[in-house]
């Protein structure tokens, strides 16, 4: 009995002992959590510092998604004998010097995705890798400060394709206006005074006009989140049909020494570049019977930044 009764004190101490050691490591443990909260929330602060300071600010991230299959006598599917793939990349890139009287700020967007199904049965089918979504913007902005939030400012912007027909269409605008910066990271741009010049091999459907350019950028990085917002509209004064709108986000969540998840979504809505996909099936499109839908691609996979 006294084995017993010694036995179970024993076990009561043992657990007693645990738990009080368990509640003092917890009580450690949120000591510490609290300590490295205010450490990161000085080193957010001395980042902010640093990134106010004059001079070049560049960055870079991009997403890389990837999916190889194959199958052999399988053939609970239309085409039992196949291999398919589909490969993506995205990349966003920056390029800003801030200095006290002007700014000029440089950014690149590029996403390019291949596609392809090669039935093993037949002959006749492309076993290659094919293009499907294909974007590449290019933007340079030159602004003279006439105070912190305001300034004078010239933009340049050339969008295309690489992968297939390149600079077909492609647009260059180049106009001249007003920036307005709101917040650290945000730029307005307002032009009224924009040239929108078209580039294609269809001169009926793709025309050059004079027009408004509007372009708001967010380009922001925190810790381990990039984030990246583009909004560029051109507004013809000649005809509304040759205006058009372009909209990408991009997002990417650092893990694990550069390494991550990464989301692209984009909008886009052209007239002539609708006009001139319905002509090549009906001769007899105009922009008055254009069913004009908004266009859209999107991208997620690996994410990778420096």
Known sequence: MKKVIFAAVAMFAMTYTNAQTIDELKAEQGVKKDSVAA???RVDALQGQIDAFPG???GIF??????LSGSK????QGTPNNSSGNIGIGVNGFANLDQDKYFWRNSLNVNAQWVKLDNKDIDTDNEDFNGTTDVFNVTSL???KLSDKFAISALGEYRTSIINNFNDPGYLDVGVGATWTPITDMVVVIHPLNYNFVFADNDAVYESSLGAK??????????AVNFKTNFSTFQSYSDGNLSNWTWINSFGYTLWKGIGLGFEFGLRNNKQEGLANALATDTNATFDSLDNKPQSYWLFGLNYSL
């Open 39 to 41: 450490i990161q929330g």
């Open 214 to 223: 509007i372009v708001v950028d967010y380009t922001k990085q925190l810790g």
């Open 56 to 58: 070049w600010k560049k």
């Open 62 to 67: 991009g997403t890389i998604g990837a999916n």
């Open 142 to 144: 030159y602004g003279y």
């Open 73 to 76: 006598n399988w053939y609970s």
